[in-house]
């Protein structure tokens, strides 16, 4: 579903992605663990096109993301660090404009918002602004943006940081939910047990390098420790 | 470009500002109010100007024992009160009369009486009263011209060897036109300008400010497509803005006619509106709001926040008010290159066609230079929009 070889992203002086390759396959949550600043978010500005890379090639469902970008986004559905809602609009307006975008038609984006409302529990806020929902509320409404035109491809910028447990649950079942259905899911965030118990691939992303990739297993077997907290402080002092 | 796509985004932008309380002050509220609050001002100094000529000024005379007949005329022609002051200069600046008259020296045939008039040229109801003690004193000065004149057997028509009379080429339309067309080439390029400028920050600075704008560039639109949105929103905007000026001052004018004065003459304004006249006034609006929304979005797309942005607009809107200040020493037929000019072509050829003598080749160089200027500005807003060291700042 998205191949990734040899990416590279420079800022003037700083190599904010450094030469990294990876794939993530359909039916797969693929986790990019990493400190603030490793290159998580970047690597994801650049799947999504958003950035150009300095160097390397992405593919989604094919489709080389830098020759044909919008074709690329179509496949995919974002949620990023910060929900991006239009604080005027309604929880429905926000989706609605996305699914507009995404070219859906009229009577199918109207089922689907009912559908992904009604899955996320977030129905009796439909109609009120977005600007006075609660963090939690947001970022479900933002949730559904990225779901509503069903991409085959899902990236997920730290999806649950500083959320009450109850929305946590509610977006690491939606994750497995998805994942079932066969979507390629990559997911960026800082929290070792959530990487843990969401993903079946992890990445380990420091300094903009990918410093170690497997299942949690197989991370915990080549360094030989018990937790996965302990397999990250392993790999990241290994690199320092 | 997908025409769908296009109007979700403009939809969307619509919705938004509509919401948006900065948007209804500076789309609806200035617009409908502008015209009225240049007007009324106009209309209330008219009334001023009025009532000081109507309200009989209170005057000082000073030694009125050496000209009594002057002294006696000015108090009985009931355009003057008479006031008796001690110190003039003090009684000037406290109000207690609007100008004073100092009687030098008496008539006699050899010499002329000398009169100093003294007044505060700082308040308007002194130098109004002394303008009419000035008129009262020379109107009497010439009767007693007149009567030396006709003691000596001589016909006093020998002190005018000139009669002067003036006649004005320019039709009641031209005049009304020229004066209207000024105004309202003002007002409404004025609004083009401001209509859509809160709609093009915030749809730009204002969307990578609240970090939506990221989320909308990741989503399946081409960029090109987001900018066409962006910019038919804040080009609606701009338009409605036009629209509403352009309704406030009809009713502002029907309701506060006969305010421009010229040549001492009050002119009442019509207006002549046919079809050709709305269309292009129509059209050159269109193209003045159509440079200012891509250039305004341009602009806004290298702030960070809707406040930085609008520091970059300033100068752009002083800028863009110059043509505004020269136009007003601009003869009602300038030079053909004047209509090349942005912003300044749009504001003579509304003028020239409020008139009713508009030039072929202005309407055609005013519509296609400012053509020529919108598709140059769009097109550097689609590249700059393609930029991600500008989106992503």
């Known amino acids: ?240 | 470009m997908k025409q769908k796509v296009v109007f979700a985004v403009l939809h969307k932008e619509l919705k938004d500002a509509l919401r948006d309380r900065r948007t209804l002050y500076t789309t609806f509220l200035v617009p409908l109010l502008l015209p009225a609050l240049i007007l009324l001002p106009m209309r209330l100094t008219n009334y001023k100007e009025k009532a000081m000529q109507e309200k009989p000024s209170k005057i000082a005379i000073l030694y009125p024992e050496r000209f009594p007949q002057l002294a006696r005329r000015l108090a009985s022609s009931g355009q003057f009160l008479i006031v008796e002051v001690e110190k003039i200069e003090w009684a000037l600046r406290r109000g207690c009369i609007n100008c004073a008259l100092e009687i030098e020296n008496g008539p006699t045939k050899s010499e002329a009486t000398k009169v100093v008039i003294i007044f505060d040229q700082t308040k308007e109801e002194s130098a109004a009263a002394a303008a009419k003690v000035r008129r009262a004193v020379r109107q009497f000065s010439d009767e007693i011209a007149r009567q030396r004149i006709r003691e000596l057997n001589l016909d006093p028509r020998i002190l005018n060897p000139i009669v002067l009379k003036q006649q004005n080429t320019a039709t009641g339309r031209e005049v009304s036109g020229f004066l209207l067309g000024l105004f309202a080439a003002m007002i409404a390029v004025l609004g083009a300008i401001t209509g859509g400028m809160t709609l093009a920050i915030d749809a730009t600075a204002g969307e990578k400010e609240r970090k939506t704008l990221e989320v909308l560039i990741a989503s399946p639109a081409t960029r090109n497509e987001l900018v066409m949105g962006k910019f038919l929103a804040t080009l609606t905007m701009a338009m409605l803005s036009v629209l509403l000026t352009s309704l406030s001052l009809i009713l502002a004018l029907r309701f506060g006619t006969r305010m421009f004065t010229q040549l001492g003459e009050q002119i009442t304004v019509e207006l002549f509106l046919s079809r050709g006249i709305v269309v292009s006034v129509f059209l050159s609006l269109l193209l003045v709001a159509s440079l200012m929304a891509s250039i305004e979005m341009s602009i806004s797309l290298f702030a960070r926040s809707f406040r930085e942005a609008q520091s970059y607009l300033t100068p752009l809107t002083i800028a863009a008010v110059l043509p505004i200040v020269f136009m007003q020493a601009i003869p009602s037929n300038p030079p053909d290159w004047m209509f090349f000019v942005p912003l300044l072509n749009s504001m003579l050829l509304i003028r020239e066609l409020f008139m009713g003598i508009p030039e072929t080749v202005h309407i055609i160089s005013t519509l296609l230079s400012s053509l020529l200027y919108v598709v140059v500005a769009l097109r550097s807003a689609f590249r700059l929009f393609q930029r991600e060291s500008v989106v992503l700042r």
């Open chain 1, 1 to 240: 579903m998205i191949r990734v070889d040899g990416l590279t992203k420079k800022f003037a002086t700083v190599t904010a992605v450094d030469h990294i390759n990876f794939s993530c396959h359909q039916g797969e949550v693929f986790a990019f663990l990493g400190p603030n600043g490793a290159g998580k978010t970047t690597t994801i500005r650049l799947i999504l096109a958003i950035l150009t890379p300095t160097e390397g090639r992405i593919t989604v469902n094919g489709i080389d993301v830098r020759e044909n970008p919008e074709s690329a986004r179509r496949q995919m559905g974002a949620v990023l660090e910060e929900n991006g809602l239009y604080d005027r609009l309604t929880a429905w307006e926000n989706v609605s404009f996305f699914g507009e975008l995404y070219g859906m038609e009229k009577n199918r984006l109207r089922q689907r918002i009912e559908e992904l409302f009604a899955l996320l529990g977030i129905e009796e806020f439909a109609y009120r602004r977005a600007g006075g929902l609660s963090k939690g509320t947001k970022q479900k409404v933002a949730v559904a943006r990225a779901l509503v035109a069903d991409p085959p491809v899902l990236l997920l910028d730290e999806p649950t940081a500083g959320l009450d447990v109850l929305t946590q649950k509610t977006i690491l079942s939606l994750i497995k939910t998805e994942r079932d259905r066969g979507k390629c899911i990559i997911y960026s965030t800082h929290i070792m047990s959530e990487a843990e118990q969401a993903s079946d691939r992890i990445a380990i992303i420091h300094h903009g390098r990918i410093r170690a990739l497997g299942t949690p297993e197989e991370l915990k077997q080549k360094t030989g420790k018990a937790g996965l907290e302990d397999v990250f402080l392993e790999v990241v002092r290994e690199q320092l």
